[in-house]
């Protein structure tokens, strides 16, 4: 049974707790991890005129990720996801995208801070055949960030298809650091996905209640396209650069070996420091760097392990609460020989940029409601749609907010609903101050542009809306859940 996403929206409001789907069982964590991961291709760009020039054709393919079938795929330069683009700070860069598709898409790059015409959101549509060139400069930390589609009501499945691709940024400080640094052999990314596909190979979306309530989940994990990876380290120290590039599934990564990751990245700048911890919660948007040593001969597994959800009810909610109530391997990590590596870590990798609370200009509050399952919304009026923002659904043609160039301002983001969301402001990279009144994750210290907000809680982000001011063109600011982004838990801000 198909519905479509008009009948899910409508049925949604009515649908009781115990109508939602089940947490996905992962029919296909095999842990034979028999096929070798892919790297995606690293493109540095061609001297152009004003910069850096960057081509990327958007695609319709056919990609193979399960045995005996096929799956219908989009990409970029390719037939599922896109290349991995590579500049540094200060760089000026021109990205010529043409969309070879029969359907309209964007390309919203996430985490780049540029002016508002540039991003990519909704309001960047390039039509089929049309051809849409951003320019800008880098004027941020390094970074791994990435790129997506953010097609109005049609992101979901533009990702899903494989609408997503890296967007690698270097500096000086970070390249005074000796870390791990050669692309594919020792600073590896990973995109973590998640599918369920159909018997005939396409991607199943959209197909039971729960897929907009709860969020889209597969049961299928997808490694850089890749199901089922392993990867051969062929040095001491690799950095891992992990993106959770999923739609809606909020990993809870660690070793099966139950030693500490190194943690030395968040999704907008190295930390200052590195912290070791067992698991680290990774939610949609969000990014995190790893250093992982290995013995020769060594096979570490990076796993995903349930997310220990608060005092409310059963495994179901349990999904629905923090994350996801599953174990299950991502990918087998194995060493032969190794070369040597640098095996000191600095005690100190980079200052990050702060601003004082005391400082802001307001406090604004940002609350994420959804009128479904059941329940309404808590708190506040009726309503304009299935999920919002301040109790409004996304209208494109409605400014929310007004921001004053060169603000500091404190974002006070508030869930009243029984879902964990991951909340994604545009332009800004921003530091988080607490959760429920405490500090965040040590891991969560670096600058961040998506933050995970627990049920019946708060979290409050620092940031300043610098460098562009623009009346005209909005930007975005979403849960990242990309099925909660399509049914309208989005709103706009123009900065002035
Ligand atoms: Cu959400």
Not at 19 to 26: C, D, E, K, Q
Not at 40 to 55: A, D, N, R
Not at 250 to 273: K, N, P, T, W
Request: with cysteine.
């Amino acid at each position: 049974m198909v519905f479509s996403r008009r009948e899910l929206l409508l049925g949604a409001a009515t649908t009781a707790v115990s109508g939602l789907s089940l947490p996905s069982r992962l029919a296909f964590a095999a842990g034979r991890f028999a096929n070798t991961l892919k790297i995606p291709t690293l493109i540095e760009g061609k001297p152009g005129e004003g910069g850096k020039l960057f081509e990327l054709g958007v695609q319709a393919g056919m990609s193979k990720f399960l045995p005996d079938v096929s799956t219908p795929t989009i990409g970029i330069n390719g037939a599922y996801l896109g290349p991995a683009i590579k500049c540094s700070a200060g760089d000026r860069v021109s990205i010529r995208t043409r969309n070879n598709l029969t359907e309209p898409t964007t390309l919203h790059w996430h985490g780049l801070h540029i002016p508002a015409r540039y991003d990519g959101g909704p309001h960047q549509v390039v039509e089929p055949g049309a051809v849409w060139e951003p320019s800008f400069e880098i004027k941020q930390k390094a970074s791994l960030c990435w790129y997506h589609s953010h097609l109005m009501e049609g992101t979901g499945e533009q990702v899903l298809r494989g609408l997503a691709g890296l967007f690698l940024i270097d500096d000086d400080e970070s390249r005074s650091l000796n870390l791990p640094s050669e692309y594919g052999v020792d600073d590896i990314p990973l995109i973590l996905q998640d599918r369920r596909f159909n018997r005939e190979g396409s991607f199943e979306y959209l197909s039971t209640m729960g897929d907009i309530e709860m969020g889209y989940e597969g049961d299928v994990i997808v490694v850089n396209g890749t199901v089922d990876p392993h990867v051969m380290l062929r040095r001491q120290r690799t950095r891992l650069r992990v993106l959770n590039g999923s739609n809606s599934r909020i990993y809870m990564l660690g070793r099966d070996d139950g030693a500490d990751l190194v943690i030395i990245g968040s999704d907008g700048s190295l930390l200052e420091r590195p912290v070791r911890q067992r698991r680290v919660r990774l939610g949609p948007g969000e990014r995190i760097e790893l250093l992982i040593d290995m013995q020769p001969d060594q096979t570490v597994t990076l796993m995903s392990y349930p997310v220990i959800a608060g005092a409310m009810g059963s495994g179901m909610m349990m999904r629905g609460m923090r994350g996801n109530s599953e174990t299950f391997p991502i990918i087998e990590l194995r060493a032969g020989q190794l070369e040597t590596s640098d095996l000191s870590i600095p005690e100190r990798l980079i200052a990050v940029p702060n601003w004082n609370p005391a400082k802001a200009e307001r406090t604004r509050i940002i609350t994420l409601d959804m009128a479904m399952m059941g329940m309404g919304r808590m708190g506040g009026p009726e309503m304009d749609g299935p999920m919002g923002i301040n109790g409004r659904s996304i209208d494109i043609n409605r400014i929310d907010l007004r921001i004053p160039l060169g603000d500091v301002e404190i974002w006070e983001i508030r869930n009243t609903t029984p879902l964990t969301h991951p909340f994604h402001i545009h332009d800004v990279q921003f530091r988080v101050l607490d959760r429920a009144g405490a500090l965040p994750q040590p891991y969560e210290h670096g600058l961040k542009d998506t933050v995970l907000v627990d049920p019946g809680s708060a979290v409050r982000i620092i940031t300043e809306f610098s460098d562009f001011a623009d009346p005209d063109h909005p930007y975005m600011y979403h849960c990242h859940i990309l099925e909660h982004e399509d049914a309208g838990m989005m709103g706009q801000f123009v900065v002035v």
